[in-house]
Each structure stands twice: as structure tokens, then as C-alpha cells.
């Protein structure tokens, strides 16, 4: 198997609502990794970072509400 890693957000996955051109993107880069990841076992690091506000490091600690 092989997969893809973005640091966002639980429910922002594809970025924030309203980013079309970024979500977009994403998207694509998603299907090209179809293409592109040949070798099983690999996770890709997508270079897309979070940085509105603490919401993923909240989540992650299990205080966002």
C-alpha cells in the first residue's frame, strides 16, 4: 500500500474551508501520486503545512472543542 501524509488538521484535510485553489491541488497532487508511487510501503510527506491557528496541535492533544 502507499500513502499520503498531510499535517492539517482532522476534518481541514484538504485545507481550510473557502481555499478552493489550494484544495484543488491537493486533490491533484493526490492523483498524481496514484501514478507517481510505485513502490509499496511508502508514505509520501505532502509539503502543504497548517498555519491559521493551534487547531491540529489541540486536536492532536485532545482539547479542541
Do not use: M, N
Not at 40 to 63: A, C, N, T
Request: proline share 5%.
Amino acid at each position: 500500500s502507499r500513502a499520503l501524509f498531510l499535517a492539517h488538521p482532522f476534518g481541514h484535510t484538504l485545507g481550510d474551508v473557502g481555499e478552493k485553489a489550494l484544495q484543488r491541488q491537493i486533490l491533484l497532487d493526490c492523483l498524481s501520486a496514484v501514478v507517481e508511487l510505485t513502490e509499496p510501503g511508502i508514505i509520501h510527506d505532502l509539503p502543504y503545512q497548517w498555519s491559521k491557528d493551534d487547531l491540529r496541535e489541540r486536536q492532536l492533544q485532545k482539547k479542541a472543542h
